[in-house]
């Protein structure tokens, strides 16, 4: 039997605040446990929240985005259940009337397709505490600091179809939250976190399978591993005569395995009312009209340009557009050197090598836009070769000079142009191969052919690299052939 995947994911992206959604308690990460809680985030009596407005300007930023509709009129409720790291035992959180409703992300697939990933919601809600497991002797510790911190959740269709796409998705997420600066997407840091609901059905069937939600995935690697694996169990199941039961799932990395958590009733019973401490909230619009004007160049748009502009591929386009940063890293090098094509293939090759073995971010790059492109214009002007570039450029990573001009005056890379020197050290290199000369002359053209990369290596070699590799070819060919 074939069988298809339905997959849904709930991705929890912590907003940027400077403070929580109902307190002014700060939301810096890595704080002393239990040092960020206020009052307010306990729920202790007496104590009433107020609504960050800055939240709710970054939902709006999102909605508008991803062409929502942005209710004018929203509402918090009261989120029941117990949790050892909820304090008030309950989650203030958006349930009938969310600030954000239906919507729509595109992602690019492998092969270049696009396709259309419909997002259901996109809701206000505070973050719960964290559980402390270590050093606590067979107890949990409960770290508070996290208690009221503001999360997006962004609910997608269940349009996605396997584990790639939903990597796609989430990665077009996470660009878009980073673009948008509304999150600042450190998965390691839990600042977006991702549930995966994932059901199978035999292909064909329009009736959904029974789903698993696999909760808190904080890597894209993860995401597919977790889904890969739940796809797997869930088709073994059946195909023996089992039953998928709808359940929470945990994903360990380390056994890369799903094991059940908890069972999770058809329907949850939170005992969801209106929260009774906050007014609903009503969005004007020259509110949402002023949050319009301050969004940026999106991924999408910045792709498209990319490629009418600078003449650049759907997937250069694409990967220098994958994050706000690289592609202002890019559009700087751009604007020193005048060549899109060859600052695209420096950023793309030679920067992403450096920085993927260094393992640095691109706001990193021990090599400035600036420096980067002014090494782009020696190539391009002749100054050195492709080959000396990238001596350069590892000379600029280490920190060998302030510029490329500089390192190339220092070390004495500057190619040599000069067609008389050229011929001279041609002469040389001929002469001291002259049995080579003689077989080339008798040889037929494939043969040839292969023979002149010889003579092109030991005419490099004789110059140390500095020959414009051009005019060598030119010189050389002539001297042989004549």
Known sequence: MQWETVIGLEIHAQLSTQSKIFSASATTFGAEPNTQASLVDLGMPGVLPVLNEEAVRMACKFGLAIDAEIAERNVFARKNYFYPDLPKGYQTS???HPIVGKGFLDITLEDGTV?????????????????LHEDFHGMSGIDLNRAGTPLLEIVSEPDI???KEAVAYVKAIHALVRYLGICDGNMA???LRCDCNVSVRPKGQAEFGTRAEIKNVNSFRFIEKAINHEIQRQIELIEDGGKVIQETRLYDPGKDETRSMRGKEEANDYRYFPCPDLLPVVIERSFLDEVRTSLPELPNQKRERFQSEFGLSAYDASVLSASREMADYFEAVQKVCGDAKLAANWVMVELASLLNKEGLEIGQSPVSAEQLGGMIL???DNTISGKIAKMVFESLAAGEGASADE???????????DSGAIEAMLDEVLAANATQVEQYRASDEAKRAKMFGFFVGQAMKASKGKAN???????????LEG
């Open 189 to 191: 840091e839990g600042s």
């Open 115 to 131: 396709k259309r990933i419909g997002i259901t919601r996109a809701h206000l809600e505070e973050d719960a505490g964290k559980s």
């Open 161 to 163: 179809r396997s584990a």
């Open 469 to 479: 590799p051009g005019q060598v070819n030119e010189l050389l060919k002539k001297k």
């Open 94 to 96: 958006q349930m009938d």
């Open 407 to 417: 390192i190339i005056d220092k070390k004495g890379l500057k190619q040599v142009t």
């Open 378 to 380: 020696r190539i391009k």
